[in-house]
């Protein structure tokens, strides 16, 4: 399977615990995406690294937050000090984009949904 | 965070029916994206759109970039049971270069067909 994987699928964790969720793009795609997914709402932007450079970050994203793409490859997303408000389905895509090339179509990977007791 | 105004918020037909929802924003859009997602799953491209009043079809769907694009629809016609699931729309303003394109989505409109 060449899609966009991520892992777990499911996390279930009591509040003020760390959780960490990883996220592989399809290959040589040089955009990666995090979005968080609440009941009955569309995704939401969360941040984005261009390569391993994470270049934009949502003020939803707060200091218990951090997300890192070590070598342009695979990332994580940390949460620490969980709370029951962070329970959500986390996203990943990825895309290739090509500068001067206006078409950049994000692929979503299943995403891990975290419960938060 | 900003979200588009998508609707109808749900939608219940008949197999066979012909279904449209529509998507606005209050600013412009560059490209607009018509996603479908499978409880539990990610979303899954269905049509990208990239140029203002561009008509584009998948199979049985059709998706339009509104002229002043502030705006897209999509139209599935002759219904079928694996169409139920949630729509979304999407809007993107910088896809090219060094912008980031993060997209700004749509409530969803929840499809149920009855067969």
């Known amino acids: 399977d060449t899609g966009v994987s991520q892992n777990p699928r499911h996390k279930i964790t009591k509040r003020g615990q760390n959780v960490t969720f990883r996220c592989d793009p399809i290959s040589e795609h040089n955009r990666l995406y995090w979005y968080r997914q609440t009941l009955g709402q569309g995704p939401e932007f969360l941040t984005y690294?261009?390569?391993?450079?994470?270049?934009?970050k949502s003020r939803l994203l707060s200091d218990r937050f951090s997300a890192e793409r070590p070598k342009g490859s695979f990332s994580t997303l940390e949460i620490q000090r969980t709370e029951q408000g962070d329970s959500a389905m986390y996203l990943c895509?990825?895309?290739?984009?090509?500068?001067?090339?206006?078409?950049?179509?994000?692929?979503f990977g299943p995403g891990t949904r975290l419960l938060v007791l | 965070g900003q979200q588009l105004n998508q609707s109808p918020q749900s939608m219940f037909i008949q197999e066979g029916e012909d279904v449209s929802m529509n998507c606005t924003s209050s600013?412009?859009?560059?490209?607009w994206l018509w996603y479908k997602q499978d409880p539990g799953e990610g979303p899954v491209l269905l049509i990208a759109l990239y140029k203002a009043g561009e008509l584009t079809s998948n199979g049985r769907l059709t998706a339009q970039f509104g002229i002043t694009r502030k705006d897209s629809f999509l139209n599935i016609s002759a219904s079928i049971p694996s169409d139920v699931g949630i729509y979304f729309c999407a809007g993107q303003r910088d896809a090219g270069g060094t912008s980031y394109g993060k997209l700004t989505f749509g409530q969803g409109t929840i499809l149920t067909v009855h067969p």
């Open positions: 600013s412009i859009f560059n490209t």
């Open positions: 690294f261009q390569n391993e450079a994470q270049l934009e």
């Open positions: 895509a990825s895309s290739l984009s090509i500068r001067r090339r206006v078409k950049e179509t994000q692929y």
